[in-house]
């Protein structure tokens, strides 16, 4: 698993439009929020979408871009997008490689049954591309407000 203060796994994924979102695009810029979620249109995984929406203005005065990570298709997270009228990005990892790089394809265990998933998870990036934050297992309520705190402290 990733730790604080490591550089952060590069990537190229494609969005919910099929373009390619690369983070060193974002280097010198922008710090990064990218949060991992089980699949779209679910219970968790829609409060935390909505409350980072709600959030989206706050976090682009304090020169941070939100990006949500799950293994569902560009199509099927453009339909999340739309239905919930969502102002955040959403980055289609369908082969699994994001996911893997950061540490988030675990074994989870429900109602004693044990298969492998996305744990929900969310890494701080700042803009030199070092991870400010790694944290695995989140609860979706709340988060967004808590991980807008956090940005909101790091170096301009």
């Not at 976090?59 to 997008?81: P, R």
């Not at 967004?144 to 909101?152: D, G, I, K, P, Y």
Request: hydrophobic fraction near 35%.
């Amino acid at each position: 698993m990733l730790e604080k203060n490591q550089t952060a796994p590069l990537f190229t994924t494609p969005n919910q439009h099929g373009d390619s979102i690369r983070l060193t695009g974002y280097q010198g810029s922008k710090n990064v929020v990218l949060y991992f979620y089980p699949k779209d249109d679910t219970p968790g995984c829609t409060i935390e979408a909505n409350q980072f929406t709600e959030l989206a203005e706050e976090f682009d005065k304090v020169d941070t871009v939100v990006l949500g990570v799950s293994k569902d298709s560009c199509e099927s997270h453009q339909a999340f997008i739309d239905k919930f009228n969502l102002k955040v990005g959403l980055l289609a990892d369908t082969s699994g490689e994001l996911c893997d790089a950061y540490g988030v394809w675990q074994e989870k265990e429900k109602n004693g049954i044990k298969k492998m998933g996305i744990v929900r998870s969310t890494f701080v990036i700042d803009k030199q591309g070092r991870l400010a934050e790694v944290m695995y297992g989140v609860s979706p309520e709340g988060h967004a407000q808590a991980m807008l705190e956090l940005v909101s402290k790091l170096p301009a």
